[in-house]
Nanobody
């Protein structure tokens, strides 16, 4: 089983990045897949996820209207488009997959599977 995250980088405030999470080894079309993030000195938090079996999408309040999550079943890949980034979005972003729904992200539970993190830095 693999979750491969990519797309992090350094961007100025107001800029955009797109994260990708490419997966293999489990039933992509059933699982909930998304991102958690952790900034230095702060607790981990669930950011966004999509439940592929029913299309349900969750975003934490602080990213609503700025982040968009989408899923490509043919590529077993989930994308997180992040627009209008702010310094508060600076963190390591971790791709994750869980057989449960978006509650895992909202309640910050531990998902079934983790990928490696990718650093997102928003700085002028």
């Amino acid at each position: 089983l693999q979750l491969q995250a990519s797309g992090g980088g350094v961007v100025q405030p107001g800029g955009s990045l797109r994260l990708s999470c490419t997966t293999s080894g489990f039933n992509f079309d059933y699982y909930t897949i998304g991102w958690f993030r952790q900034a230095p000195g702060r607790e981990r938090e669930g950011v966004s996820c999509i439940t592929n079996r029913d299309g349900t999408i969750y975003h934490r309040d602080s990213v609503k209207g700025r982040f968009t999550i989408s899923s490509d079943s043919a590529k077993s890949t989930v994308y997180l488009q992040m627009d209008n980034l702010t310094p508060e979005d600076t963190a390591v972003y971790y791709c994750a997959a869980d057989s449960a729904g978006w509650g895992t992200w909202r309640l910050n539970y531990n998902p079934d599977y983790w990928g490696r993190g990718t650093q997102v830095t928003v700085s002028s």
